[in-house]
């Protein structure tokens, strides 16, 4: 069965950090490219970053660059988003999809994750 699951999601203080794992069953990750998006309340999906399957070329949205970095661990099948300096706005449900190609849109990616809640808080 072809399955995503995201984790470490979890409420943290402004500034603080988290890293987020996608982690795949029924096939191969290394072989697929892997986006991660978010979606705030009240606000449309969001691009967050991109990882491509040929190069593994990382690309990040405007809003989390410097911030945040895409890296795989084909070892365990998974792929990660590592988050620092996180701030409010960062709030939303992180998901992480996967495709055959690399794209910053979100209609190429095949199969999706169910979510993970990053709540940023003090």
């Known amino acids: 069965q072809v399955q995503l699951v995201e984790s470490g999601g979890d409420l943290v203080s402004p500034g603080g950090s988290l890293t987020l794992s996608c982690t795949a069953s029924?096939?191969?990750?290394?072989?697929?490219?892997v986006g991660w998006f978010r979606r705030a309340p009240g606000k449309e999906r969001e691009g967050v970053s991109y990882?491509?399957?040929?190069?593994?070329?990382?690309y990040y949205g405007d809003s989390v660059k410097e911030r945040f970095t895409i890296f795989r661990d084909n070892a365990k099948n998974r792929v990660y988003l590592q988050m620092n300096s996180l701030k409010p706005e960062d709030t939303a449900v992180y998901y992480c999809?996967?495709?055959?190609?690399?794209?910053?849109?979100?209609?190429?990616?095949?199969?999706w994750g169910q979510g993970t809640q990053v709540t940023v808080s003090s």
């Open positions: 990882i491509s399957n040929r190069d593994n070329g990382k």
């Open positions: 029924g096939f191969t990750l290394q072989y697929y490219a």
């Open positions: 999809a996967s495709g055959t190609v690399v794209a910053r849109s979100h209609r190429p990616y095949e199969f």
